[in-house]
Nanobody, 123 residues
Framework: QVHLVESGGGLVQAGGSLRLSCAASERTFSNYGMGWFRQAPGKEREFVAAISRYISSTNYADSAKGRFTISRDNAKNTVYLQMNSLKPEDTAFYYC????????????????WGQGTQVTVSS
């Protein structure tokens, strides 16, 4: 069982930045591919970014490319999502998730989920 706890959400003006963190309880954290998803009010949860286990290759949704950066620190059992140039449409609840796959984009590939953190971008 992997317990995930997100932090770093908040209210920011358009054009600003936030850094989300996700701390994992699992000491074999490096064995998991990690991902960030988000869900806006009235919308389905969508993929944002993923980072592979071991070699830290990355994958991004088109909406995140060039603005968001996912990274991981295996020594700290933590994955990050640096979000720059934020837009009002980035407003959502952001979730991190852990997958036994090398790297994954689909929700069904993730076995463990955090409780999420709210990001609100004002115009």
């Amino acid at each position: 069982q992997v317990h995930l706890v997100e932090s770093g959400g908040g209210l920011v003006q358009a054009g600003g930045s936030l850094r989300l963190s996700c701390a994992a309880s699992e000491r074999t954290f490096s064995n998991y591919g990690m991902g960030w998803f988000r869900q806006a009010p009235g919308k389905e949860r969508e993929f944002v970014a993923a980072i592979s286990r071991y070699i830290s290759s990355t994958n991004y949704a088109d909406s995140a490319k060039g603005r968001f950066t996912i990274s991981r620190d295996n020594a700290k059992n933590t994955v990050y999502l640096q979000m720059n140039s934020l837009k009002p449409e980035d407003t959502a609840f952001y979730y991190c998730a852990a997958s036994r796959n090398l790297i994954a984009r689909m929700e069904r590939e993730y076995e463990y989920w955090g409780q999420g953190t709210q990001v609100t971008v004002s115009s």
